[in-house]
């Protein structure tokens, strides 16, 4: 039906847009990127030096001291995905679109995830070497992080949508946000361990699989429903 | 046509307004006029569905604007106070995103043959953060040339712009309005704008 199809291509073209928008700003603002890639760099470049070159202890500590980084350096970065457009007032233009806002906000939530979370990914394996961990393992690392940092960046986006505004919003978010993390945390990180002790990783996986689907259905329409709230 | 009928806001225990009625119909123009804190900003924000009013209802062509949900959107052009504009985009960029958002793709070539029309004349690729205040105004009033709605809702278009640039907006909204547009506006500069009818809503 020829309908049908014009309106799906203009919601792509929407969805286009904003993350073209967004990639745009994040390029003329390279500050605010190159923070969270940074912040990310050094605590996990700092706990290797600060624990001294005991090769085991570094192998199992590692999947958990650079899966925490990862989920404090996508905390750090929440605050910015509404804030700006809060406050020049685009974020008012966007709530008035006619297109579907849990589709615009879905953009948003994909080019947070291509600013902050996917340098965390490629970073990721070179910040491993420091741990001595073997070759599986780094690729292990990298892929549970490819499919962990979306899911901060979708469930991020609720409480930094329910936080606009609010004075001290930067505390308040962490604490909406945290115990959601933790889920992810803990499968995320023990995907890499369990490769590490040489067992199956698969069921981490399919549980962070899980999460990252339920969080796609569910988080863009949450969010949505936040902002008209939080604006309104 | 869009009613309002019985609106009242109220922002912690302080009621801003209440009982708040009107009706305008296409090619009428509709001035809120009262004094700072008097809810003027609140009031046009629930005509353009961004709030809720407190009790009350607000009905576009007899159907409350809430039931109508993102098609109300079609309808309406809402220019707030704060202006829109991204202070790390260029006049161009702004002004083909905030129409994309309103539905409208534009190229660049459109794009900037409308800045020069609202007197943005080499100015076009300039980063926002360059631009005067009036400047800034005018790239985001120039999303009017732009839009094919039926009703505008300006909350003080007129603030940071000299006198060619009201003469223009004047020019704009009475052509919109001759077409059958209807307007909502705040101001507290008096303009005189030709309308089949002028109504005033005083906020006190």
């Known amino acids: 039906m020829p309908p049908q199809r014009r309106i799906n291509y203009t919601f792509l073209n929407m969805l286009i847009w904003i993350i073209r928008r967004d990639l745009l700003l994040a390029m003329r603002r390279q ?11 050094i605590v996990v470049s700092l706990f290797p030096l600060g624990v001294g070159p005991e090769m085991n202890t570094l192998r199992i500590m590692a999947p958990g001291v650079v899966w925490v980084a990862a989920l404090l350096a996508s905390m750090l970065s929440l605050g910015r995905i509404f804030s700006t457009d809060y406050l020049d007032g685009t974020l008012e233009q966007i709530l008035l679109s006619p297109t579907s806002l849990s589709l615009l906000v879905l953009g948003k939530m994909f080019s947070h995830w291509l600013v902050t979370g996917v340098p965390l990914v490629l970073m990721a394996p070179v910040l491993g070497i420091q741990y001595d961990l073997p070759a599986n393992a780094l ?23 329910l936080t606009l505004g609010l004075r001290g919003g930067g505390v308040l978010v962490s604490l909406l946000v945290l115990p959601l ?4 945390l803990i499968f995320g990180a023990g995907a890499v361990e369990a490769s590490i002790a040489g067992l199956g990783f698969e069921a981490h996986f399919s549980l962070l699989g899980a999460f990252l689907l339920v969080s796609l259905v569910f988080a863009p329409w ?6 008209r709230i939080s604006v309104g | 046509m869009l ?10 225990d302080r009621v801003l307004f209440s009982g708040i009625n009107f009706s305008i119909k296409p090619g ?7 004094p ?28 409350n604007i809430r039931s109508l949900g993102e098609d109300y959107f079609n309808i309406v052009t809402y220019l707030g106070h704060l202006s829109g504009v991204k202070d790390d985009l260029t006049a161009i960029e702004n002004l083909r995103i905030t129409s994309a958002l309103a539905g409208i793709e534009i190229d660049e070539k459109k794009a900037s043959k409308v800045l020069q029309e609202m007197g943005l004349e080499g100015r076009e690729t300039l980063l926002a953060k360059v631009l005067s205040q009036g400047q ?19 909350d003080e278009p007129l603030t940071a712009l000299d006198i060619s640039a009201i003469e223009l907006i004047k020019k704009i909204l009475e052509q919109y309005l001759a077409q059958g547009g209807m307007v909502i506006l705040t101001t507290h500069q008096e303009i005189d704008i030709a309308a089949t009818a002028t109504h005033q809503l005083y906020l006190s």
């Open chain 1, 31 to 41: 500050a605010d990127v190159l923070t969270t890639l940074f912040f990310f760099i």
């Open chain 1, 139 to 161: 690729f292990v690392l990298t892929l549970s992080l490819l499919l962990g940092t979306p899911i901060l960046s979708l469930i991020g986006a609720i409480g930094a949508a």
């Open chain 1, 181 to 184: 993390y933790i889920p992810v």
């Open chain 1, 222 to 227: 949450t969010t949505a429903a936040s902002l």
């Open chain 2, 3 to 12: 009613q309002g009928s019985n609106l009242e806001c109220i922002r912690g």
């Open chain 2, 28 to 34: 009428e123009l509709m001035q809120v006029r009262g």
């Open chain 2, 36 to 63: 700072n804190g008097s809810g003027k900003t609140s009031l046009l924000r629930m005509l353009c569905g961004l709030a809720v009013p407190n009790s009350g209802e607000i009905r576009w062509n007899s159907s």
């Open chain 2, 136 to 154: 800034k105004r005018r790239v985001a009033l120039a999303r009017l040339l732009l839009a094919r709605t039926k009703l505008w809702i300006l």
